[in-house]
C-alpha cells in the first residue's frame, strides 16, 4: 500500500486530482459494483462529485484518452477500475478497444508512471484458478508494467460468495482496503472534500437533475410507412443519434449501397454509427413442437442504414463480402406494447397522462453523473416511444436502483415510510437474499417494483416522482449480440437474395421462456422480440413491424484457415483440418465457419465425392477437412441443422461426431466425453489432430462447456507431450496465429 503524501498545496489544487471510475461489464455485476462504490464515497468520505470522472466503461471513456491519463492532470491521476472476466478468461466486450491498445508493444512502459490506481476483479471459482477474475489480473499486470503504482491490493469479486456474491466481496474490499488508503489520501490533501464553506453549493449540486423536460401537447401526425416512432420523419434523426452510442467499438461501416467499408483499425474502433435496419424474410422454429426449448432459425435482409449524416458513411473503399463467417450480429431490441402499457400505468397520473406528447429533452451537462445508467435520451420524443424503443423496463432494477427509488416514496401514503425502508434494506448488502429472492428469482421487473411500491405514485403532498426523476433513474436498453449462423459465401452462391439491395444473414435463436418459483412467467427481452417478429416475402413491403436495428462486428473467429492444397485428395482439400466443438446455439458460428469452407470448395469446382458411411474405410490419407463434435440433448428434439450436416457427411466434407445427452441409455453423453472417446479414447483424435495434422481448433458455447472442453485438449495434450505447461503454451500459440479460439457465454 503506498503510504500518504503531504500535501504542500491548497484545497483548489487538490481539487484537480480526479478520481477516474472506468468498468469492464458484459453482465452489468462490474458496472453495479461501481455505481456502489461511487455513492458510499459520497455517503461515507464526502468525496466530491466533481471530483469524479469518467463513470463509464472503459470503451465509452476512449482508449486514446485512457492512454493519456497519466499526462492529463498536473498531480497525477488515481484510477479506480471494476473489471469482469468473461468467456474463456477474455476481457470483456466494453473494454475489447482499450485492451487491444493497451497490449500494444510501442507503448513505452513510462505510459503511466504519474497514475496510481486500484481494481476490483469480477469472476467465479467454479471456472478454475486460471480463469478466476482473470481478465482484472491481467489489466492490472498490464499497468504495472507500463510503470502505474496500486494503492491497495487487487479486490477479488466471486459469484458464488455467500450472502452477497460479488457485492459481499466489494464490502470487504472497500471496508479493509480502497477506503482506509483514499481517507489518508485525503488527509494527506490529495483528494478534495466538502468542506463547511460549501455546504450551500453541495446543496445546490445535488438538486440539479439530469434532465430538464418541457412538453409540447401538439399532436404529432403519424407517418404513413414508418409504423416505429424511431422512423418517423420527425424524430428519426433524434433516435439515430441516440441509438449510435451503442454501436460496438469494432462495428463495420457500410456506404449508401451497404457495402462494408475498410478504414484504419483506429478508425472503425473510434467512430459510433446508428444502425443498419433489417427485415426478417424466415422465422422458422427449428426444434420439435413439444420439446421445452423454442429455438428459431431467422434470416435478415439488411436493406437500409438508419438515416444519418453522409459524412460519417463517407469510404473510397469497399469489400467484395458485406461480413466475414464468424462476425457477430448486435441487435436492439423493443420492448412489446403490452409492457409499456403497464409501465405506464403504475406511474403517477402526472407523467402517465403525457405519455404520447412530443417531450424535449435536455441534458445537463454539469450533473454529477452518479446514476451512470444511460446516454442521454433522444433529444425529441414520446414517453412512449422512448420506453418501447430506449428504456430497459423489461430489466431487473440493480440494488442501487432500488436505493434510488426509496427517495420518491411518499410519506403521506399509510405504507410509504414502510416502503422507503423496505427499498433501502433490499439495496444493501445484507440484504442480499432479500434481493435475490425478490429481483432474481422472480423476475421483478421495473414495472413489478414500481407496482408493488405504489407508494411511489402517491401524489397527495409528499415527495413527488417526476418526469426528469425517472429518464434520470431509467437504465438504457441494452443490444444483445448474437453469433452470425450464415456465411456471407455460402449464401451468394447458393441463394438469390431476398432483396435486390443489402444482403442476408441468419441467426440461431433460443428463445429465453419460463417461469419462476412461485410461478410468474418471465421471457428473454431480445430472443421473444426476434421470436415475435413476422416474417416479410416481398421486398415491397413496407418495414413496419418487423424493422430490426443491428450492427455487424468481427467475433472470435477472424482467422479461419481458407487455403487450399495443391493436390486435394479424397475428402482433404485444405492445407489446415479444422476441429469445431460446440453445444446448443454454440452451433451458429461454427456452421458459418463450416459453410464458409463449403463456400470456397464450390468456387474453386470441387466435385461432391461418392457417398460416405461410418463402416466404409477410408482411401484418402486419414485426414478430415472438417470434424464438427456437436452436443445437445436429443436427435429427435433439437438437433440443430442436423439434415446439413447429414448431407455433409455423405459427401466427405464433414465428419460429424454427435454427442446426444438425454438419448444414452447409461448416463449422459457430453461432448468432452465425446471428444475424448473419440477414434479410440484417451484424448487420441485431439493429439492427432493438433500435434500431427497442424490442425485449428474452435469451440463455441456456454462458458463451463467451453472451459471443460478445453480442460479435455489440456489434459489430452499433457499426457503425450508430458508436460501441462508446455501443453497450454501451445494453446497460447496457436491462439496468437488464430488457430486455437473459443467463443463462449453464460
Known amino acids: ?94 473494454m475489447a478497444s482499450t485492451w487491444s491498445k493497451l497490449l500494444s508493444k510501442s507503448l513505452p512502459n513510462t505510459t503511466f508512471q504519474h497514475c496510481q490506481f486500484a481494481l476490483f476483479a469480477l469472476g467465479d471459482r467454479a471456472y478454475g484458478p486460471d480463469a478466476y477474475c482473470a481478465a482484472g489480473r491481467k489489466v492490472a499486470a498490464r499497468l504495472n508494467q507500463l510503470s502505474a503504482i496500486p494503492i ?49 453549493q453541495v446543496k445546490d449540486e445535488k438538486e440539479i437533475k439530469m434532465y430538464t423536460v418541457t412538453t409540447s401537447h401538439q399532436t404529432v401526425e403519424k407517418d404513413a410507412v414508418a409504423l416505429h416512432e424511431w422512423q418517423n420523419e420527425r424524430y428519426q434523426q433524434y433516435y439515430a443519434n441516440y441509438f449510435k452510442h451503442s454501436c460496438p467499438a469494432t462495428a463495420y461501416q457500410y456506404n449508401g449501397e451497404l457495402k462494408r467499408c475498410t478504414a484504419s483499425t483506429s478508425t472503425q474502433l473510434d467512430c459510433k454509427t446508428p444502425p443498419l435496419v433489417g427485415r426478417v424474410s424466415v422465422n422458422n ?85 452518479t446514476s451512470m445508467n444511460n446516454h442521454p435520451w433522444p433529444q425529441y420524443c414520446t414517453l412512449r416511444g422512448l420506453l418501447t424503443h430506449c428504456a430497459d423496463i423489461a430489466g431487473l432494477p440493480e440494488r442501487e436502483d432500488l436505493f434510488a427509488l426509496s427517495s420518491f416514496c411518499n410519506p403521506n401514503h399509510e405504507d410509504g415510510n414502510d416502503h422507503r425502508e423496505k427499498l433501502i434494506s433490499l439495496s444493501e448488502t445484507s440484504g442480499a437474499a432479500l434481493y435475490g429472492d425478490y429481483i432474481i428469482r422472480e423476475k421483478r421487473n421495473w414495472a413489478d417494483v414500481l407496482y408493488d411500491f405504489d407508494s411511489i405514485r402517491f401524489e397527495e403532498g409528499g415527495v413527488k416522482l417526476t418526469l426528469e426523476d425517472l429518464l434520470g433513474l431509467l437504465p438504457s436498453l441494452a443490444p444483445r449480440h448474437f453469433s452470425i449462423a450464415s456465411s456471407p459465401s455460402f449464401l451468394q452462391i447458393t441463394d438469390s437474395p431476398t432483396s435486390s439491395n443489402g444482403f442476408d444473414l441468419e441467426l440461431c435463436v433460443a428463445v429465453v421462456e419460463g417461469s419462476t418459483p412461485f410461478g410468474r412467467p418471465y421471457t428473454g427481452c431480445c430472443s421473444k422480440y426476434l421470436e415475435t417478429l413476422t ?146 479414447g484417451s484424448g487420441k483424435l485431439i493429439v492427432q489432430h493438433i500435434l500431427e495434422h497442424n490442425g485449428a481448433v474452435y469451440i463455441a458455447g456456454g462458458s463451463k462447456m467451453a472451459r471443460a472442453v478445453k480442460d479435455e485438449i489440456v489434459e489430452a495434450l499433457t499426457n503425450t507431450i508430458g508436460s501441462e505447461k508446455t501443453a497450454k503454451k501451445l494453446l497460447n500459440k496457436l491462439k496468437r496465429i488464430g488457430k486455437f479460439s473459443i467463443e463462449a457465454w453464460s
Open 1 to 94: 500500500m503506498i503510504s500518504s503524501m503531504t500535501s504542500t498545496t491548497n484545497d483548489a489544487a487538490a481539487a484537480r486530482r480526479p478520481i477516474t471510475i472506468l468498468w469492464a461489464t458484459q453482465s452489468g455485476r462490474a458496472k453495479a459494483c461501481a455505481r456502489r462504490t461511487i455513492r458510499l464515497l459520497h455517503s461515507s468520505l464526502g468525496i466530491s462529485p466533481n471530483n469524479i470522472q469518467g463513470q463509464c466503461s472503459f470503451d465509452d471513456f476512449g482508449a486514446d484518452r485512457f492512454l493519456s491519463l497519466s499526462h492529463q492532470q498536473p498531480r497525477g491521476s488515481l484510477l479506480l477500475m471494476f473489471v469482469s472476466t468473461t468467456g474463456d478468461a477474455e476481457q470483456c466486450t466494453s
Open 152 to 200: 491497495c491490493t487487487l479486490g477479488y469479486g466471486d459469484d458464488g460468495s455467500l450472502n452477497g456474491g460479488v457485492f459481499a466481496d466489494l464490502d470487504v474490499w472497500l471496508e479493509e482496503q480502497l477506503f482506509p488508503t483514499l481517507k489518508t489520501m485525503v488527509g494527506g490533501g490529495q483528494l478534495k472534500l466538502f468542506d463547511s464553506s460549501s455546504l450551500l
Open 285 to 369: 422454429r427449428i426444434t420439435a413442437d413439444d420439446w421445452m426449448q423454442n429455438t428459431r432459425h431467422i434470416r435478415i435482409n439488411v436493406s437500409a442504414a438508419t438515416k444519418q449524416d453522409k459524412s460519417t458513411r463517407a469510404s473510397t473503399n469497399v469489400t467484395e463480402l458485406p461480413y466475414q463467417a464468424g462476425d457477430v450480429a448486435t441487435i436492439l431490441p423493443s420492448n412489446p406494447k403490452s409492457l409499456v402499457s403497464r409501465f405506464l400505468s403504475v406511474l403517477p397520473t402526472e407523467i402517465s397522462s403525457i405519455a404520447d406528447d412530443t417531450i424535449h429533452i435536455q441534458y445537463n451537462q454539469h450533473h454529477s453523473q
Open 535 to 680: 416474417p416479410c416475402s416481398d421486398e415491397t413491403t413496407s418495414a413496419g413491424s418487423d424493422a430490426v436495428r443491428l450492427w455487424i462486428h468481427p467475433g472470435s473467429f477472424s482467422n479461419l484457415p481458407l487455403d487450399i492444397r495443391e493436390n486435394p485428395i479424397s475428402h482433404h482439400h485444405f492445407t489446415t483440418p479444422v476441429l469445431y466443438v460446440g453445444a446448443g446455439t454454440g452451433i451458429a458460428p461454427l456452421r458459418s465457419l463450416i459453410l464458409e469452407r463449403e463456400a470456397v470448395l464450390m468456387k474453386n469446382g470441387a466435385a461432391a465425392t461418392s457417398p460416405f458411411t461410418t463402416t466404409e474405410k477410408d482411401t484418402g490419407d486419414g485426414i478430415d477437412d472438417n470434424v464438427l463434435v456437436f452436443g445437445c440433448r436429443s436427435k429427435e428434439k433439437d438437433y440443430y441443422y442436423g439434415e446439413e450436416w447429414e448431407g455433409l457427411v455423405t459427401t466427405k466434407r464433414l465428419r460429424m461426431i454427435p454427442a446426444f445427452s438425454r438419448d444414452q441409455k447409461i448416463g449422459k453423453l457430453y461432448v468432452q466425453r465425446a471428444l475424448r472417446e473419440a477414434d479410440g
